[in-house]
């Protein structure tokens, strides 16, 4: 089966599994009818629920942000299990704006247009279809391989389970819920949420990450050899984050796992300065290829005594601050 929808417009949000929830301050309903259709009225919870019953959906029209956010994912702000589930495919005949592909995890997009940069948890393979461009998660192919596709522009080894993203373009939630012994490799620098809700595996970046960088980390590792933006290991549960400076905050509501930086930085309760060790410097050398005198003069973050008597804002922007109850 198919479902099929024409716009006389772009529209953001089509195909988002968050139906908004978490980046915005205003929610969009699964219910809500999306805007300027022809002679259809079909909401944004048809779209995912038909991709949720691995069916296609077919646009013709532009889609604007936040297109394929989290698509392919089971989220447990729906009570779902967090993690990755099949999904439909979707053929859009038009333009997308950037951060495609968001969060991505399952599932197939057939696009026809211009896609804007940064993308996100995507890359291009190439196309079985004429007059459309492929793009699978970079989660699925290095969790589950790229089958017969062939991948355009980078680099994937299956023996040594590692996928090479050198083709220049910038990326948002690479590695997003990564759930293997992977490693993705990042020649050059990265958008927003470097390793998101990564269980296992290990991303790269030889150059700059931007914001959120390891956010909600649940047992993966993430490696910048450059700096990372604000609210770096928000939410971490556990694995290791690894950065030479951060330009804001770290640590905001983190409740395990280790953050080392090779510059002091201001953490965010819970987020602690703790003493490094010998195995933490050990650990330094390896990921950070540090020599021993280099790799003590980092500093480790963890989860300080005092979590208790601090709580979490939420800020307009997205973002979580830990203010202390007096």
Not at 124 to 133: H, Q
Request: proline share 2%; hydrophobic share 35%; with cysteine.
């Amino acid at each position: 089966m198919k479902l099929e929808i024409e716009l006389t417009g772009p529209a953001d949000y089509l195909c988002d599994y968050t139906f908004n929830f978490h980046w915005h301050n205003q929610d969009i309903g699964s219910d809500d009818v999306i805007p300027g259709q022809k002679d259809t009225q079909y909401s944004y919870g048809d779209l995912v629920r038909s991709l949720k019953a691995e069916e296609e959906v077919h646009i013709k029209g532009d889609a604007g942000k936040n297109f394929a956010y989290s698509m392919g994912a089971d989220l447990k702000h729906f009570g779902g299990s967090g993690n990755a589930e099949n999904a439909g495919r979707v053929f859009l005949d038009g333009n997308v704006g950037s951060e495609a592909g968001m969060g991505m995890v399952s599932g197939i997009l057939y696009i026809s247009g211009q896609i804007e940069e940064p993308f996100g948890n995507i890359i291009e393979v190439v196309s079985d279809i004429d007059g459309y461009r492929k793009f699978r998660s970079v989660t699925d192919i290095v969790c589950n391989g790229p089958g017969s596709d062939v991948i355009i522009s980078n680099r994937y080894n299956a023996d040594e389970g590692t996928l090479i993203l050198d083709d220049g373009i910038p990326r948002g939630t690479v590695g997003a819920r990564c759930h293997k012994h992977v490693n993705i490799i990042i020649k050059g620098n990265t958008h927003n949420g470097t390793g998101v809700l990564m269980k296992e595996g290990v991303v790269t970046v030889h150059g700059n990450a931007g914001m959120n960088v390891g956010s909600h980390l649940d047992g993966g590792t993430v490696i910048v050899q450059g700096s990372v933006g604000e609210f770096a290991g928000a939410y971490m549960k556990s694995g290791i984050l690894t950065f030479h400076e951060a330009k804001g905050f770290i640590g905001a509501g983190m409740s395990g796992g280790s953050i080392y930086s090779k510059a002091k930085v201001k953490a965010s309760p819970p987020a602690t300065k703790v003493r490094m060790k010998g195995n933490d410097i050990s650990l330094i050398r390896k990921l950070m290829d540090a020599g021993r005198v280099e790799s003590m003069l980092y500093n480790k973050y963890e989860v300080g005594e005092e979590k208790e008597k601090y709580m979490e804002v939420r800020m307009r922007d997205g973002s979580i601050v830990m203010r202390k109850i007096e």
